[in-house]
């Protein structure tokens, strides 16, 4: 026991001895180094050992107690595990305090309560190795002391971490959040700023938490900036701090909020930019939304319905209505909404009147391909909660829209093939406005529906007198694998999400059409090809053509040198040739970036070899500032010291200022070409352009696969 002692005195030693020092050097100078704050970030991490030793410690210790059955030298050396890490973690705690942003009042409880906790459990270690009964007495009062004070340091950790009120968030009965229908009543920073930065940047940036000593919580806060200065800047978002660290690559440090951390959506920074913009108005409602349709777009999720709880019907009402000739069943399991759909198609009046006894429930009802009349549909007008209604293929004329325009909550409505004019159509959305109106093969024309479609914002789907003029459009089929690179062969197979749809393709280049090559059986490939799929079904719209290009690669590249190194957040230009190729997530594994800098390596074939194609797959992504390249250029020799001879070159095409992230492949043609060491240049851009919001800055340029075929 005595060897135990000392040996424990030697740890404790050398750890006080250690981070005392460490904390002594810090005081003395005026910014904490570098590799204390390395530490200083584990704090997170051990202090689960102190916790977890010392539940573990009380548990066996009062187990054993009505077991009469002490085990003395495993709670001593729990204990003595238990306060080595209690001390170890308050340095590294003290540390991480260094780096700011935290509540002056918060941190000090936490470091101070954390500290008690610490030299309690090393007296509980010391009072675990005494033989003296009196000593012996204060050991369970002690721990259950230190029970309460690391439960308490604990609680501040997390107040610290996640803000006031974390531990207790969903013990307290939620707020319920006023109701606002009415986009017009929604206030631009409370209901929708607010909001934003309450999910995504309020954990690191509140009262007790204020990373780059800035807080989000206020206007005055907001107003006020941190560290890096003023946050916001009124009416220009490009200059303002909290608009353009969101657009800064993940990887950059200086990017908002931080990676691994829940983003920004688009809709998110757009709402946000446009609030700086403006004005950053704390008070008043949104503005412009009547000529602003995409401010309206992207304020619609910020609106507010009271929930609609609808009561489950009677058995015997649901019964009765089975009876009539519907099927009747529940929207979702065990819950009141119900979706019904009338199985015969000769229905007399009192079968459509036995769903009143369904009037409340009733959130789907299809009577398509019957006869129901004009009259039948007076029942319809009770069914307050009614969000689907097909009609199609009936005879119902404007008389049933008189019943149809009382359905507040009406969302889709089927009338293709029916009788329905212009007259009655204007009508309807005259009073409500579903988003979803079918209208083909009605009296409905062309240029009435694609009015009141804009006039209401209503999808209008319509044909005109002539004959069919819009129609739903087909999905692209699906192609598996979805791989486009191979050796020897590849098997490809075509499928269609709906039945009865032809999926036809090419393999010369050419758009598919009604009469190209139907899909039976899986498409062989022994060679290079560029595949073109479409699906084509009667009374539908084709759908768009999918381009897949296959390339048979010849050579597999395995010694290589290059100039400048990927960045080290996406490394490995091994990725360049190993056939794997990346997604749309940049961030897949498959892909390397190069920051600011070009990519330029020199292959070699292992032998004077003809050479028809070079290509490589590429990326952009606007808002991770990553640009499609600006040239690409292919040199080549037949020795490896050179001269390396120009053999093709072409700009890198791309338009506009950038939307959604996409990648392309681009090929050089190398026509009577022979060689053995080919050289690769693929341009970045010098910097952002001036249409970026970043620009000036360095760009990324992302390339995948480098291949021959």
Known sequence: MKESNQAYKSIFLIILTVFGVMTLYTLNTEEAPRFVLFFGRFHPLLLHLPIGALVVTFFIDMTSRFQKKYPTAIIRNLLGFTAIFAIITCFFGYFLSLEGGYQEEILDLHFYTGIATAVLTSILFVISNTSNPKTKKLFLPLFIATLILISIAGHYGSVLTHGDGFLTEYARVPEKEKTIEVIDSLRMYDDVVAKILDDKCIQCHNASKQKGELSLLTKETILRGGVSGANVIEGDAAQSLLYTRLLLPISDEEHMPPEGKAQLTKDEIWLLKHWIDQGLDFKNYATHTIENDTLRNKLKKYLVFNEVIIPKASTDAIEEVKTAGFRVLELVPGKGALTVKLLRSNPTKEHIETLSELEDQIVELDVNTSEITDEMTTVFKDFKNLKSLRLDNTKITDASIKNIKKLEHLEVLNMYNTAISNEGLTELVQTIQPKQIYAWQTQVDQETAIKLGEQYNINIQ?????????????????????????????????????????????????????????????????????????????????????????????????????????????????????????????????????????????????????????????????GSWILYPTDFTVYTSTTKKGPFKKAAAMKVSREGEGGDTETKKVTLELSNTEARYVKVVIKNHDKLPEWHPAAGNPAWLFVDEIYFW
């Open 462 to 622: 319509s044909n005109s007198a002539e004959g069919f003029v819009e129609s739903s459009q087909l999905e692209p089929p699906l192609i598996t694998p979805i791989k486009t690179l191979f050796k020897d062969t590849i098997h490809i197979t075509l499928d269609s999400r709906l039945k009865n749809v032809e999926v036809r393709y090419t393999l010369n280049g050419e758009a598919p059409d009604t009469t190209s090559t139907i899909y039976t059986d899986k498409i062989i490939l022994d060679q290079s090809k560029t595949l073109k799929v479409a699906a084509f079904k009667k009374g539908w719209e084709p759908s768009e053509v999918t381009i897949r290009e296959y390339a048979n690669i010849q050579q597999e590249i395995t010694n290589f040198t290059i100039q400048t190194k990927p960045d080290k957040s996406y490394p490995d230009a091994n990725k360049l040739f190993d056939l794997k190729e990346g997604s749309l997530d940049f961030k897949d594994g498959n892909w390397t970036g190069y920051f600011g800098t070009d990519l330029n390596t020199t292959i070699d074939l292992g032998a004077i070899k003809p050479i028809q194609h070079v290509s490589f797959s590429t990326m952009e992504s606007v």
